[in-house]
């Protein structure tokens, strides 16, 4: 038994850092790099992507809303054409990084607002399609089980690949628990860790209501601008392999 392992990295920019891509970069086994539009410049995702080579982790274009003020967690109305030429531009930008360091894009996965504004918003989610096919149909895209995004994209043809996350709660739906709401982050290791291999075995876990949720993933994200990230990670990364689950990328590195 494999899943996968992905956090958001590159998140920092200019001088301001946010979290340790490359303690990450050494326990992850993929990487969804910010591409400069909710986090990220040039430089960070230069660098990220050459530590990511170095390492054989994946590399994965986070793409998201134009919201550097808001760190891409504001949801914004923009017409779906433009967010579609959004979102290759995004795409565009960290590929070129991603060949300088001798890779490629591996797959896209959305950011933030966008990420959970599209597991209902059809105009967006049909706008991300679109965009993810006009660039690279071939790439496979990121999301979470039962969303609209992931619909369209399946019917468009793409590679799907669903995701569950180590450090947020659930709704008894299967949505994610709003940022803005009590106990939508968990921050004990030994928890994220426990619920990871649930997750990872198509075990239930506990919804924030208390009821019992299955969550099927090929890939689990543990946040990379959380407090005390890196141990999070590694206790993931090390109580999966405890329990006979191997941390191995959805998609090899391009």
Same mark, same amino acid.
Request: glycine content about 10%.
């Given at each position: 038994?494999?899943?996968?392992?992905?956090? %958001?990295?590159?998140? =920092?920019?200019?001088?301001?850092?946010?979290? &340790? *891509?490359?303690?990450?970069?050494?326990? @992850?086994?993929?990487?969804?790099? !910010?591409?400069?539009?909710?986090?990220? &410049?040039?430089?960070?995702?230069?660098? @990220?992507?050459?530590?990511? @080579?170095?390492?054989?982790?994946?590399?994965?274009?986070?793409? =998201?809303?134009?919201?550097? !003020?808001?760190? =891409?967690?504001?949801?914004?109305?923009?017409?779906?054409?433009?967010?579609?030429?959004?979102?290759?531009?995004?795409?565009?930008?960290? *590929?070129?990084?991603?060949?300088?360091?001798?890779?490629?894009?591996?797959?896209?996965?959305?950011?933030?607002?966008?990420?959970?504004?599209? @597991? $209902?918003?059809?105009?967006?989610?049909?706008?991300?399609?679109?965009?993810?096919?006009?660039? %690279?149909?071939?790439?496979?895209?990121?999301?979470?089980?039962?969303?609209?995004?992931?619909?369209?994209?399946?019917?468009?043809?793409?590679?799907?690949? !669903?995701?569950?996350?180590?450090? #947020?709660?659930?709704?008894?739906? =299967?949505?994610?628990?709003?940022?803005? $709401?009590?106990?939508?982050?968990?921050? *004990?290791?030994?928890?994220?860790?426990?619920?990871?291999?649930?997750?990872?075995?198509?075990?239930?876990?506990?919804?924030?209501?208390?009821?019992?949720?299955?969550?099927?993933?090929?890939?689990?994200?543990?946040?990379? &601008?959380?407090?005390?990230?890196?141990?999070?990670?590694?206790?993931?990364?090390?109580?999966?392999?405890?329990?006979?689950?191997?941390? !191995?990328?959805?998609?090899?590195? #391009?």
């Amino acid at each position: 038994m494999s899943i996968d392992l992905n956090s %958001d990295l590159g998140e =920092g920019f200019g001088r301001w850092e946010l979290g &340790d *891509d490359d303690a990450l970069l050494s326990i @992850v086994t993929s990487a969804n790099v !910010a591409c400069g539009f909710h986090a990220g &410049d040039p430089s960070i995702m230069r660098r @990220v992507c050459r530590t990511a @080579v170095e390492r054989g982790v994946a590399i994965g274009a986070q793409v =998201g809303y134009r919201d550097l !003020a808001g760190f =891409g967690r504001r949801f914004i109305e923009v017409p779906p054409d433009i967010l579609a030429d959004e979102i290759v531009y995004q795409i565009g930008a960290l *590929d070129a990084f991603a060949r300088l360091a001798g890779s490629q894009v591996a797959y896209v996965k959305p950011h933030g607002a966008l990420y959970n504004a599209i @597991v $209902h918003h059809e105009d967006h989610a049909g706008a991300v399609v679109a965009a993810v096919r006009a660039y %690279d149909p071939a790439l496979p895209v990121l999301g979470l089980p039962g969303s609209v995004w992931l619909r369209l994209a399946s019917e468009a043809g793409l590679t799907t690949v !669903a995701e569950c996350f180590a450090d #947020r709660a659930y709704t008894p739906e =299967g949505t994610l628990v709003p940022r803005s $709401h009590p106990g939508a982050v968990l921050h *004990d290791p030994e928890e994220i860790a426990r619920r990871t291999v649930q997750m990872a075995r198509g075990e239930p876990i506990k919804a924030v209501d208390g009821s019992l949720l299955v969550v099927r993933a090929r890939s689990v994200c543990v946040h990379g &601008d959380s407090p005390g990230a890196v141990e999070t990670a590694r206790a993931v990364r090390e109580t999966l392999v405890a329990h006979g689950v191997t941390p !191995a990328p959805f998609v090899e590195p #391009r």
